[in-house]
């Protein structure tokens, strides 16, 4: 599906986790993550229909101001690097309260790389979606009761919590940052019973002599 299609679509959507709010909650390390450097790019950017204006720029400060705060956080024993490409947006505009109100919506790929080794952990950019929260601001349209600034800021933190989501997910599934390698301990536990079984059978004992 193309962005932009795809931004008209998320508008019509429901809410996203809030990613402000989350950041009151304790800190759990992520693996042995520590971050290194966040580098927020925005070549491509998309604007979705009927969506207020933001600039390259703007959206750049904004997503790693998010970034920061919340993976400056976590002090792992490694140093990975987040590579983040803003690609669509859509800041809601007023609409008609309860019976057409878009949602704001946040589209970006993410790249990690291991500063230890300097490898990609994943060859192919992840797309992750974000869209506004649920408020009492929101309830009847962000375009209603927020400027693009605080719209843009509360994305933002949103793409960051789905970020580190994600990577919580690529750490159970995947052994990232440490996590144990799923693949590697289904091997070692089907190891043992598959080399008994394919073992050849002792030879019995000769049968005793006639006399």
Avoid at 15 to 42: N, S, T, Y
Wanted: include cysteine.
């Amino acid at each position: 599906m193309r962005l932009l299609p795809l931004l008209a679509l998320l508008t019509l959507l429901g809410a996203c986790a809030d990613g402000a709010r989350e950041l009151r909650q304790p800190v759990e390390p992520v693996g042995d993550f520590k971050l290194g450097h966040a580098i927020v790019v925005a070549p491509n950017l998309v604007k979705g229909p009927a969506s207020r204006e933001a600039t390259k720029e703007e959206w750049i400060a904004s997503v790693d101001s998010a970034l920061e705060e919340r993976f400056r956080r976590y002090e792992g024993d490694a140093f990975y690097h987040l590579g983040v490409s803003v690609e669509g947006y859509v800041l809601a505009q007023p609409g008609i309260p309860l019976v057409f109100s878009p949602k704001s919506v946040l589209i970006v790929r993410v790249t990690v790389f291991e500063d230890a080794t300097g490898r990609k952990l994943n060859e192919e950019a992840e797309q992750i979606t974000a869209l506004e929260a649920p408020s009492g601001k929101t309830i009847v349209g962000s375009g209603v009761t927020q400027s693009a600034e605080e719209q843009m800021t509360n994305l933002s933190k949103n793409i960051a919590l789905q970020i580190e989501n994600w990577m919580r997910r690529q750490s159970r599934a995947e052994g990232w940052f440490g996590g144990p390698a799923p693949a590697e301990e289904a091997t070692a536990e089907t190891a043992a019973p598959a080399a008994a079984d394919a073992a050849p059978a002792a030879p019995g004992l000769p049968a005793p002599a006639t006399p």
